[in-house]
C-alpha cells in the first residue's frame, strides 16, 4: 500500500478505518481463507466464511497417476491454482513418489504469488510467476519459452478451457489432466447460507466462476441479483469476473491479484471511494 505515503494523515486513517464492522463473506474453501480471515479481522472487518466450493480426488486417478510418473517427460508444468499443486502433492505422497524429484527436469510456472507460494512449500523451484495473474497472460507472457515444447497442465475438471488455446496458438505442445474435481458446497454449508445472508453483508468476495454459479445456483437468479444490488460482489480475478458479469452483476470490486494485501486495498478503496465507510448497517444516501 505504497500509495498511502502520498496520503495526508486523514486520508490515510479513513482507508485504514474502511473496513471496520464490515460484515465480508469470503466464499472460497476453509483451508485456503485463513490468511485473508485473519487480515479481515486485523482490519476490524467482521469476516464470515461461506464456502461455495468443495474439492474432491478426479475419477481418473490411474491417468492422474501415470502423468505423476512420467513428467520428467514435460519442459514446463503450469499451475493455475494452488489447488492443483495440493492435489499433485497429495497424490505423489500417497504413490511414495517424490514430487520434487518428479518435476525435476521440468520447469515450474504458477499464475501468482499465492500458487507459487505453495508450490515452493511443496518443495518445488519456481521459474516463472505471471505478471498479471491470469492463465491467458501467464502463457503470453512466456511465450518465447512454451513455443514448441511440452506443457503439462494439471487443473480442476472445471477449468476452462481459454489457457490451452493461447498456448495451442502459441505453438505449445499442452497436455491437460484433471488433478482434482470442483464440487458444489456440503449440504450443510447451503443449510447455512439462509441465516448467514439473512442480515445483508457489506461484501461478498468471490474467488472462482465455480464459486458464482454455485452460489447463484443456491439462491436462485433473482434472490442472486438482489444480493448483487445490495452488497458489494468483489471479483479475484479477469475469469472470475467475467463470470460475475456474465450473471448480470454490474457493481463489482475487481482485486488487482490474489494477495490478500491487494483484496483489503480493493475493498478499502471502494468503501472510502463510494461513501461507504460507516459502520455496518448503516447505509450511505
Known amino acids: 500500500m505504497a500509495f498511502l505515503k502520498r496520503c495526508n494523515a486523514p486520508v490515510v486513517e479513513s482507508f485504514l478505518s474502511a473496513l471496520s464492522g464490515k460484515r465480508i463473506v469470503v466464499t472460497r474453501a476453509a483451508e485456503q481463507s485463513q490468511a485473508l480471515l485473519a487480515a479481515l479481522r486485523e482490519r ?4 464470515i466464511l461461506l464456502p461455495m466450493v ?7 486417478l490411474v491417468a492422474l497417476d501415470d502423468f505423476l510418473r512420467h513428467l520428467r517427460e514435460y519442459h514446463w508444468v503450469f499451475f493455475t491454482s494452488q489447488n492443483a499443486v495440493r492435489a499433485l502433492q497429495e497424490r ?3 504413490l511414495k513418489v517424490s514430487l520434487r524429484d518428479a518435476v525435476a527436469t521440468a520447469q515450474i510456472a504458477a499464475v501468482g504469488p499465492a500458487t507459487a507460494e505453495a508450490a515452493r512449500a511443496a518443495g518445488l523451484a519456481i521459474t516463472y510467476v505471471a505478471k498479471e495473474h491470469n492463465g491467458v497472460a501467464l502463457a503470453q507472457e512466456l511465450q518465447s519459452e512454451v513455443r514448441g515444447k511440452r506443457v503439462l ?6 477449468a476452462n478451457h481459454d489457457l490451452v488455446e493461447t498456448l495451442q496458438r502459441l505453438g505449445a505442445h ?20 439462509e441465516n448467514i445472508l439473512q442480515d445483508v453483508p457489506d461484501a461478498v468476495v468471490f474467488f ?12 436462485g437468479p433473482q434472490s442472486f441479483q438482489n444480493l448483487a444490488e445490495k452488497s458489494a460482489f468483489a471479483a479475484i480475478g479477469p475469469v472470475t469476473e467475467r463470470a460475475l458479469r456474465e450473471a448480470g452483476v454490474q457493481r463489482l470490486i475487481v482485486a488487482s ?3 490478500a494485501s491487494a483484496i483489503l486495498e480493493s475493498l478499502a478503496n471502494f468503501f472510502v471511494n463510494s461513501g461507504h465507510s460507516l459502520p455496518a448497517g448503516v447505509k450511505h444516501r
Not at 54 to 60: I, K, S
Open 153 to 158: 497442465l494439471p487443473r480442476s475438471d472445471r
Open 257 to 259: 491479484d490474489t494477495s
Open 44 to 47: 476490524g472487518a467482521q469476516p
Open 54 to 60: 468443495a474439492f474432491a480426488p478426479p475419477d481418473d
Open 208 to 219: 472462482s466462476p465455480s464459486a458464482v454459479h454455485h452460489l447463484r445456483e443456491l439462491l
Open 92 to 94: 505423489s505422497e500417497h
Open 174 to 193: 499442452v497436455t491437460e489432466i484433471v488433478a482434482y474435481k470442483t464440487l458444489r458446497p456440503a449440504s450443510d454449508d447451503a443449510h447455512n447460507l
